[in-house]
């Protein structure tokens, strides 16, 4: 079962710049920053109480975030929910008619094991699974 809003992530051109924007907004600065290779982002991170903000940059032009922000622009890319066992919850989605975008977790962010839904089977919002490694 999904347990909780884990993040929301936003789709930046310039991390740097953005980190000064998001810092301003909240009234804190971002507690982490983080490159995912496999992703293709360099990721940073805000605690508002007990949700996180993730900014998320592209590194690669040809990575997901390129090609959200060069269609839709900077903006609302995910939202992460945390769940207690990613692989039962990926089982139990795709049995509900969800369809998955990677049929194993992947090594993501703030040392998460990560699965995305894909957005035509959520109502266009891309919903992304995570669990903490352990």
Same mark, same amino acid.
């Given at each position: 079962?999904?347990?909780?809003? +884990?993040?929301?992530?936003?789709?930046?051109?310039?991390?740097?710049?953005?980190?000064?924007?998001?810092?301003?907004?909240? &009234?804190?600065?971002? @507690?982490?920053? +983080?490159? !995912? /290779?496999?992703?293709? !982002?360099?990721?940073?991170?805000?605690?508002? &109480?007990?949700?996180?903000? /993730?900014? #998320?940059?592209?590194?690669?032009?040809?990575?997901? =975030?390129?090609?959200?922000?060069?269609?839709?622009?900077?903006?609302?890319?995910?939202?992460?929910?945390?769940? /207690?066992?990613? @692989? %039962?919850?990926?089982?139990?989605?795709?049995? +509900?008619?969800?369809?998955?975008?990677?049929?194993?977790?992947?090594?993501? %962010?703030?040392?998460? #094991? =990560?699965?995305?839904?894909?957005?035509?089977?959520?109502?266009?919002?891309? !919903?992304?699974?995570?669990? +903490?490694?352990?």
């Amino acid at each position: 079962m999904l347990k909780k809003v +884990e993040h929301i992530g936003i789709a930046v051109k310039n991390l740097e710049n953005s980190n000064n924007l998001f810092a301003k907004l909240f &009234g804190k600065d971002h @507690y982490k920053v +983080e490159k !995912v /290779e496999s992703e293709g !982002v360099s990721t940073s991170f805000f605690m508002l &109480g007990e949700t996180k903000i /993730e900014l #998320l940059e592209a590194t690669q032009p040809d990575s997901a =975030i390129a090609k959200f922000i060069e269609k839709k622009g900077e903006g609302i890319h995910h939202i992460a929910y945390e769940v /207690e066992d990613i @692989y %039962a919850e990926m089982e139990r989605l795709k049995k +509900e008619g969800f369809e998955l975008i990677h049929q194993q977790p992947k090594e993501g %962010a703030d040392n998460k #094991l =990560i699965c995305f839904l894909h957005p035509k089977s959520t109502n266009g919002v891309l !919903v992304e699974l995570c669990q +903490e490694r352990k």
